[in-house]
């Protein structure tokens, strides 16, 4: 399970108004719809608010437990007028077994990583079998037995297949929550059944916030600014693009903008290592090319994401003298490209053609 839990105050407050809808719709229907959806970009913190979100579920004082008879899918049993709290007390059994990591109701499934962990992992159908056994069974202690599918859009087509099932005919009291940052990849009839919550990119400043209490050590504040201006919205970035690693990824993919020739070869050996190298090298090029937009746009009157880079991406603009239509286009070919590193492919071509907006002169 790799949810922060208590989630940070920053991320609970930022989505907050995202979960709103659910306790307001709860508190006059006493109706939970029985699958919800929880997109965003990869690292908004979709898992923590999840867990968050269960743990108000859970709470013996919140709105949900408030109702005498626990509720039945869509439907809801009769309608009780205790009022309940909106947000996790802290204090009742539940709370406590929460702090302790006890998650008595909750079954979280995660997809499954490659032994060497270079590709992503996907969903297997061992986990879809292990829960069919257990749908006959009620909930143990909370008012809901919760299905997290964490990263739902990995599933393959027969995990997918397998899950539909159980989502078009839920048992009672169960309560699905599936987590995508890629929604398209889910498949329609799954789609179908999903109240789906948008969660908004973050916004830098609060990203920076959540960096500065997360991390221990001495806190590299001038390294932080930027990753969290070149996180679009996602702490896991964040907390990636602060890896020495990605450092020093990105000052070379700088110095092959600066002298191609020479930095080529070894780039694609870089970058061919592993699928994550290549998403990585990708986010990258994405902000660097944002930032040489913004200056094309703005002049030098922008915030700049690579601000410790500003002289020589200023050199760079100015030399390569592309427009902003040709910035654009490089930019979305760049986006168009993160399909094809989740592809079996042979590893130098596909990071030769991932670096290939790198060496276009026109
Ligand atoms: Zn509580």
Do not use: Y
């Amino acid at each position: 399970m790799n949810a922060s839990f208590p989630a940070a105050p920053e991320l609970i407050e930022w989505h907050a108004s995202k979960l709103e809808p659910l306790l307001d719709r709860f508190e006059k229907d006493r109706a939970l719809h029985t699958t919800l959806l929880f997109t965003g970009v990869e690292g908004v913190g979709k898992k923590s608010l999840a867990l968050h979100f269960i743990h108000l579920l859970f709470c013996d004082r919140s709105i949900f437990a408030a109702a005498e008879e626990p509720v039945d899918s869509l439907f809801g049993g009769p309608l009780e007028e205790k009022p309940g709290a909106r947000a996790a007390c802290g204090e009742c059994g539940s709370c406590i077994r929460a702090s302790r990591g006890q998650w008595l109701d909750l079954i979280w499934i995660d997809p499954e990583t490659d032994e060497e962990g270079k590709r992503l992992g996907t969903h297997k159908i061992k986990a879809f079998r292990e829960l069919k056994e257990k749908l006959g069974l009620g909930p143990a202690e909370e008012p809901f037995r919760v299905v997290v599918i964490a990263d739902a859009d990995r599933m393959n087509q027969e995990s997918a297949n397998s899950i539909l099932k159980v989502l078009e005919e839920p048992p009672k009291n169960w309560l699905f929550i599936l987590t995508a940052s890629d929604s398209s990849r889910l498949l329609p009839t799954i789609l179908s059944r999903c109240m789906e919550i948008k969660f908004s990119p973050l916004d830098p400043d609060r990203i920076f916030s959540i960096l500065k209490r997360d991390l221990t050590g001495e806190f590299p504040s001038r390294r932080a600014k930027v990753a969290s201006r070149a996180a679009m919205g996602s702490i896991s970035r964040a907390k990636n693009c602060l890896e020495e690693e990605t450092w020093e990824l990105r000052d070379r993919l700088i110095g092959l903008l600066s002298n191609p020739a020479s930095e080529w070869m070894g780039l694609i050996d870089a970058v061919s290592t592993s699928q994550i190298r290549m998403n990585l090298a990708l986010d990258l090029m994405e902000t660097i090319f944002m930032d040489l937009l913004s200056h094309r746009i703005k002049g030098d009157q922008h915030l700049w994401i690579h601000e410790d880079q500003r002289e020589p991406l200023i050199e760079i603009a100015d030399r390569l003298g592309w427009d902003t239509a040709k910035l654009l286009s490089t930019l979305e070919g760049i986006a168009g490209r993160r399909k094809h590193t989740g592809l079996t492919l042979n590893a130098k071509l596909l990071a030769q053609e991932i670096l290939a907006p790198w060496m276009e002169r026109t």
